[in-house]
């Protein structure tokens, strides 16, 4: 008689992938928030310096590696 395996949690990619994108998201908005709080940047909308900032990438993991890689 074989003995039954035991299966390993699932891990939840799912809710990774969500974690992952809100950590993204708020990396994002405080580059926004610094570059608006910079002299540079304090007449200008955010919505304009997020553009600015994404180069209207809609991927926000390309966004994110393409900040890190500036950094």
Do not use: F, H, W
Not at 32 to 38: F, R
């Amino acid at each position: 008689m074989a003995l039954a395996k035991r299966k390993e949690a699932a891990p939840d990619l799912g809710g990774e992938i969500l974690r992952v994108r809100a950590l993204i998201e708020s990396y994002i908005d405080g580059k926004v928030a610094a570059l608006k709080a910079s002299r540079d940047g304090a007449s200008i909308p955010a919505e304009q310096l997020r553009a600015m900032l994404t180069r209207n990438v809609m991927c926000g993991c390309a966004v994110a590696l393409n900040l890190l890689a500036d950094e």
